[in-house]
C-alpha cells in the first residue's frame, strides 16, 4: 500500500495567513494526489485533485502543487471557514490511500 | 445535481454483517464512466477506502477488508450496496459511498453521501 504523511498534524493561523500543509507519499504517484476538506459532522469535499487543479466552486485561494512524492496544499489567505481537517488521497494504486489528516484552527 | 444518500441499519450486532444501501440521484450508474465507491471512517481516525464497483459489476477492493466486505449494483434501482460480514465494536464508525471517475484524470471522489453512522455493539 502507499503510505501518505501529512505534516503538521495540526497548526493555528490567524485570518489572512498563508497556510502550507505537506503531503508525502511512500512511492512515487506522479500527479495522482487528491485533496479533501472534512468539517465535523460533514462529508468530506474535494478541493484540489490532479494535484494542482481546483474543483469547482472551490474558493481560488486554494491552490495544489507537487509531483512524484511531495506535495503542497496552500490557502493563500485564511478565512474563518477555512476551519476543518485537510486530507490528502491518492489515487495512483489500489488500495486508495489517505492521509492521517491536518487540523486547521483559526487564532 | 449527482446526490448519494446511504441507508441501513445504525445497529448492528457483533459477528453479524453490516449492510448499506447508496441510492444515487442526478446521475445513471449504467452510463458507466465512474466507480461507486465506501469508504469509512473509524472514531478518531482517518479515513478508509473499502472498494468499489463499476456498473459492469466489476470490483475492486482493499485487501486489508476484502475478505469481509462484499460490493454490489442494481443499477434497475439505481444503488450499490456494501455487506461486510463478521463485524466487530472495531468496525463502528461512519459508512460514506461516494463517486470516483474512471478516467485518471477525474479519480478523486467528487461526490459523497452524507454518511451513515453504523454502531456495531450487542
Known amino acids: 500500500d502507499i503510505q501518505l504523511t501529512q505534516s503538521p498534524s495540526s497548526l493555528s493561523a490567524s485570518i489572512g495567513d498563508r497556510v502550507t500543509i ?39 485561494r486554494f491552490g495544489g502543487s507537487g509531483f512524484g512524492t511531495d506535495f503542497t496544499l496552500t490557502i493563500s489567505s485564511l478565512q474563518p471557514e477555512d476551519s476543518a481537517t485537510y486530507y490528502c488521497q491518492q489515487s495512483h494504486s489500489i488500495p486508495r490511500t489517505f492521509g492521517p489528516g491536518t487540523k486547521v484552527d483559526i487564532k | 445535481q449527482v446526490q448519494l444518500q446511504e441507508s441501513g441499519p445504525g445497529l448492528v450486532k457483533p459477528s453479524q454483517t453490516l449492510s448499506l444501501t447508496c441510492a444515487v440521484s442526478g446521475a445513471s450508474i449504467s452510463s458507466g464512466g465512474y466507480y461507486w465507491t465506501w469508504i469509512r471512517q473509524l472514531p478518531g481516525k482517518g479515513l478508509e477506502w473499502i472498494g468499489y464497483i463499476y456498473y459492469t459489476g466489476n470490483t475492486y477492493y482493499n485487501p486489508s477488508l476484502k475478505s469481509r466486505s462484499t460490493i454490489s449494483v442494481d443499477t434497475s434501482k439505481n444503488q450499490f450496496s456494501l455487506k461486510m460480514t463478521s463485524v466487530t465494536a472495531a468496525d463502528t464508525g461512519v459508512y460514506y459511498c461516494a463517486r470516483a471517475g474512471v478516467m485518471a484524470i477525474q479519480s478523486h471522489f467528487d461526490y459523497w453521501g452524507q454518511g451513515a453512522r453504523v454502531s456495531v455493539s450487542s
Not at chain 1, 512515487?28 to 472534512?38: A, E, P, R, S, V
Not at chain 1, 468539517?39 to 484540489?48: F, S, T
Open chain 1, 22 to 60: 505537506t503531503c508525502r507519499a511512500s512511492q512515487t504517484i506522479n500527479d495522482f494526489l487528491n485533496w479533501y476538506q472534512q468539517k465535523p459532522g460533514q462529508a468530506p469535499k474535494v478541493l484540489i485533485y490532479a494535484a494542482s487543479n481546483l474543483q469547482s466552486g472551490v474558493p481560488s
